[in-house]
């Protein structure tokens, strides 16, 4: 197996779309009975634990599926689980018990350097915090993941220039992150998430280091994304960010105690689809 590769029986669920129909395709996410505790004994922590099971009172996971082209917003407050769930979700973390497949691929069957290929290929983190490499151009931060996986410098160039003009920076390529407000350096964040095309955007708080304009800009570029068919899971603890979501997912004590439905998978997002309503 080459530094490039993963097992042949998860290769991703698209590459196999030519052999099955569009509605038995995988969701993009399925968990199932995942848990996650830390400590031992009398001092376990349940960071993650879904419904107790009846008699016994133990943990019985929780179990999710996100289809592909879905919107789902987590939300949460303090110690709710859902940062426990982003960084499973992201392959940052590994259950303590359960089974994640991510775009078809059983992650916990994977070793640490597939596990970052992973990572690289299928999922687009953005952070609250940018986490933009300093002095280094918008076209460089953008070219970064694909440049760890290996794509020609051209190639990188040309993915790179697309994926900032769809979030509106074509004119500020050239521009290192002092030079770049708050909303456009999460701009350059979201371009460099989705240059890679991956199966799931993964933003947590994209929107928490921002001003109300930029919000908005953000959010907006995320609704477009997921209005053109990307999957986004999205952490939040703001009502104003979860309405843009086609789902909401609430997390108490570290099981989901609310599953909203916002809006069809397969349409747009709700706030592009009041502002269709709204034109005459």
Do not use: W
Request: aromatic share 2%; net charge neutral.
């Amino acid at each position: 197996m080459t530094a490039r590769q993963l097992p042949a029986q998860q290769q991703p669920a698209q590459q196999r779309s030519a052999r099955q129909p569009a509605a038995q395709q995988p969701p993009v996410i399925q968990i199932r009975h995942l848990t996650k505790a830390y400590g031992h004994g009398d001092a376990t922590v349940h960071a993650l634990r879904g419904p107790l099971a009846p008699g016994t009172g133990e943990p019985e996971g929780v179990s999710l599926d996100v289809e592909q082209g879905d919107y789902v917003a987590v939300m949460g407050s303090s110690g709710s689980g859902k940062s426990t769930l982003m960084n499973i979700l992201g392959c940052l973390d590994v259950p303590t018990a359960g089974r994640y497949l991510l775009d078809g691929i059983d992650v916990g069957h994977l070793d640490e350097q597939q596990l970052s290929l992973v990572r690289n290929r299928k999922i687009g983190f953005i952070f609250q915090s940018f986490n933009l490499v300093p002095r280094t151009t918008a076209l460089a931060q953008v070219e970064l993941p694909l440049a760890y996986a290996g794509v020609r410098a051209a190639e990188r160039r040309r993915r790179a220039l697309a994926a900032l003009s769809l979030v509106g920076l074509s004119e500020r390529a050239g521009h290192r992150p002092n030079e770049l407000s708050g909303g456009q350096q999460q701009r350059v964040a979201v371009a460099r998430a989705l240059v890679t095309a991956p199966a799931m955007l993964l933003a947590d708080e994209p929107t928490g280091n921002l001003d109300s304009r930029s919000t908005r800009d953000v959010l907006a570029i995320i609704d477009d994304l997921n209005a053109s068919g990307r999957t986004v899971v999205l952490i939040t603890h703001e009502d104003e960010v979860a309405e843009h979501a086609k789902r909401v997912l609430r997390l108490v004590d570290g099981q989901i105690v609310s599953d909203v439905r916002q809006a069809p998978v397969d349409g747009p997002p709700p706030a592009l689809r009041a502002l269709a309503g709204a034109r005459p």
